[in-house]
């Protein structure tokens, strides 16, 4: 008896929200570009990247769900590209087996990294009477594929009596959560212009060098910055 009261109560209730929104469900497409950065951490002692922006493209599809005159959900998946630009410094040391003394290197290194995913974003949109709606929501992000330069630009001595490290070695992961909030302007009822800031929670990857390449008595010793996803996305959707 407890179990059928509830399943009435709640059939009920969506037939009480389905009532109070008639509106139709709209599928759209939208396009866009993503200045695309990243927040990043590093190693105790270490001295933290410089970073700059990379612009990407994103676009996909997504729909638009009536719950009530005011308040709609937007389900979309995008394919979306990210990355950073970053510089960073390292000394590395290393045992000169020629000499047998401890020498080190400086080395100055420019890095380029992108980073393409698929992306479900579930918003939650609430709709303005001044043509705006307020966006907020989760993103699930997939990694595709990933694209990482780096080029060594220090001076160096003993290029022939050691190895020097010259690439970086980036560990990336394949999964992101992450949040957007962001603003759409209705230009018409099928014509929007939207514009959001996304922030990831997880870990996109870990960018280590190598500092010291160990020794009797000396261990191994990584220079390693942790870095997350930040961006804002500026899109021109239509709905059909």
């Known amino acids: 008896m407890k179990k059928i009261t509830l399943l009435t109560l709640i059939t009920f209730i969506s037939i009480q929200v389905l009532a109070q929104s008639l509106l139709p469900t709209k599928y ?16 105790e002692a270490v001295k933290n990247i410089d970073n700059s922006a990379l612009i990407g493209v994103t676009g996909g599809f997504y729909m638009e769900i009536a719950l009530s005159d ?33 020498e080190k290197d400086e080395h100055n290194t420019s890095n380029e990294l ?13 709709k303005t009477p001044y043509k705006i709606a307020l ?3 989760p993103s699930l992000s997939f990694l595709i594929q990933e694209d990482y330069t780096n080029t060594d630009v220090g001076e160096h001595d003993g290029l ?3 190895e020097v490290l010259k690439e970086g070695v980036f560990a990336s992961e394949t999964f992101d959560i992450g949040l957007n909030l962001g ?7 099928n014509l929007i212009f939207e514009g959001k800031v996304n922030r990831g929670f997880m870990s996109i990857g870990k960018v280590a060098k190598q500092i010291n390449s160990g020794s009797v ?13 930040r961006g804002i996305v500026f899109s021109v959707a239509y709905l059909f």
């Open 28 to 43: 759209g497409i939208k396009l866009g570009t993503n200045i695309s950065n990243v927040s990043s951490s590093a190693n």
């Open 70 to 102: 005011k308040w709609y959900i937007n389900p979309e998946i995008v394919y979306i590209e990210k990355g950073v630009l970053f510089d960073y410094n390292f000394t590395h040391i290393y045992e000169n087996t020629t000499t047998n003394q401890t």
């Open 114 to 126: 992108k980073l393409a995913y698929i992306e479900l974003n579930p918003i939650i949109s609430y």
């Open 135 to 137: 966006n907020f929501g």
């Open 160 to 162: 022939e009596t050691h």
């Open 183 to 189: 603003l759409s302007y209705y230009i018409s009822e």
């Open 217 to 229: 008595g000396n261990e191994a010793k990584d220079k390693i910055f942790d870095l997350k996803s």
